[in-house]
């Protein structure tokens, strides 16, 4: 079923389930946090790529105003709640500053693979590793999905995109799993290079072979 939905385009992906601080200054958005705390509405971001609005994004809930300011502009915090793809675009909604759409939810298959998700946990494991992000890993639930750990993988935000695109859990398990097998070596191998390079001028302890 189709509905209008306020859109707020920006240069970022957000997957479902995110929490986002926004900074609200154009007076367009400032309307649209209105209508949010008078009217209980929800609104949409998708992603402005290619100097274009994609026609996917992600719907967001206002959770509260954290502060406001003399000036009028806000400090917000909002909730990812779900995927949507645009049907038709409005570069304003009616009666309004800021743009809109005409919407249809994206349903999701959350079901993961059991077999996937232990690769993917052993290379994440051992990226954050790498990285001294450990803490990431350790407070990550047993079912965590592909969403939580989305952007500390060093995705491009093209690589994002793909992820909101798909439309399953285990093809999100898939995409991901392709990139951590591609860049951990890369990594790697570079931390091995810092440390050759951290010993070289060392008085070095070697055995020779013995011939």
């Known amino acids: 079923m189709s509905r209008l939905l306020a859109l707020f ?18 007076p367009r958005y400032r309307q649209l946090v209105r209508d949010c705390l008078s009217e209980g509405i929800t609104f949409g971001i998708p992603p402005y790529r290619n100097e274009a609005v994609s026609m996917l994004g992600t719907e967001m809930q206002l959770i509260g105003v954290e502060k406001s300011y003399d000036s009028g502009e806000l400090d917000i915090r909002t909730r990812a709640i779900g995927v949507f793809r645009i049907e038709e675009f409005y570069r304003q909604a009616p009666g309004k500053l800021y743009a809109g759409g005409l919407i249809e939810e994206v349903a999701d298959d959350n079901t993961a693979d059991v077999l996937l998700q232990a690769r993917i946990t052993a290379h994440v494991e051992r990226l954050y590793d790498v990285l001294g992000l450990r803490k990431l890993m350790q407070e990550l639930p047993a079912d965590y999905r592909v969403y939580d750990v989305a952007h500390h993988l060093g995705l491009s935000t093209e690589q994002e995109f793909q992820l909101l695109e798909a439309e399953t859990e285990t093809e999100r398990q898939e995409l991901v799993l392709e990139h951590l097998e591609h860049i951990l070596p890369v990594l790697l191998e570079t931390e091995r290079l810092k440390e050759r390079v951290r010993l070289n001028g060392h008085f070095k302890n070697l055995t020779p072979p013995n011939f």
Not at 9 to 26: A, C, D, S, T
């Open 9 to 26: 385009p920006l240069n970022l992906v957000v997957f479902p389930g995110e929490k986002l601080n926004l900074h609200i200054f154009e």
